[in-house]
Structure formats: structure tokens, C-alpha cells
């Protein structure tokens, strides 16, 4: 007798569940509140409009006329950065509407706030600054050590980034075993 193909599913797992799985039902319920049908519009927006576009907007909502044809998505940015979206409304349309995989928006409009205080603008439009971790004073005189006979300059700068790059790395990778 074949057995159904979820009981197959937790015999492999043993129990475990992945994440997404857990919350899918969830995402799904919020997203279809606020007119998302297709869910990876709000998952994948930076990779459906952009990085640069990304950081500066939000998908907040997308309304559905009682009668008409396409819908009116509502995208959230700073005041700022109003003016210069509204110049790429058409190519962001496009870009929706391929991710759709039909007309499904036939209108966005822009609503612009402050980037946090109010109840849609909390979460901040730009990216986490990068961590940058000084090199060890150490390794660095090594570097220079290694690259001391070298009489171009920008030449001898570059081996020494390449070799303290190679230590610093050396290193890390010593502390993990």
C-alpha cells in the first residue's frame, strides 16, 4: 500500500520542520490582507525592482477596483526620493507585472513619509552599514615585511594588501579547526 507523501515527509525529518513551511500559512494570511496575492512581491522586491530602487521604497498594498480591470499597487518611500520615483513608475510597473506574469497592476501610486515614527515608515529604507574590522598590527608588519624589496609603489602596495589579506584569512581559518 502506498503510503500518503506527508507521512513519508516526517518519517525523513524526523518531526523537524523548516521554517518557511511553519510560517508560509502566516505570511500568506498578512500578505492576502493587504491585497498580495503573489507573496514574493513583498519577499523578493529588491530582487523584482532592484537594490537601488529597493532601498528607497516599500510595497505596502495592493487595492483592487470592484469592477476593473488591473490593480493600484501603493508603494511607500521618503519625500525625498518622491520625485525621482515617480520619474521610474513605468519601469517598476513593467518589472511587477512580469513578476505577476501578466497585467496584474495597472497603477502604482507613491505615498511618501518619513523614514521612521509613523505606523508603515518604522522600518528604515537603507541597508546595514558593512562592518569593517581593523587589521591586526601584527599581520600588517609582516605584510610590509614580505613586501619591502619592491621598489614601485603602487606594486608594493598591492602585495602587501594580497598578503595580509592571505594571513588575516590564514588566521581565521586556523581559529575554526
Known sequence: MKQPRGSQFRSRSRGFQAASTLLKERIRTAGEARGFAVTRLLTAWAEIVGTDLAAVTRPVKVGYA??????????L?????????????????????????????????VTQTAPSGFAEGQAEFGHAPKKIVPPDPAIKAQAHKAAEGVHDNALREALENLTENYLSRAKSQRGRT
Open 66 to 75: 470592484k469592477g476593473g480591470m488591473g490593480a493600484t499597487l501603493t508603494l
Open 77 to 109: 518611500t521618503t519625500s525625498a526620493n518622491g520625485p525621482m520615483l515617480q520619474m521610474q513608475l513605468p519601469a517598476i510597473k513593467e518589472k511587477v507585472n512580469a513578476c505577476y506574469g501578466y497585467a496584474a497592476i495597472s497603477r502604482i501610486m
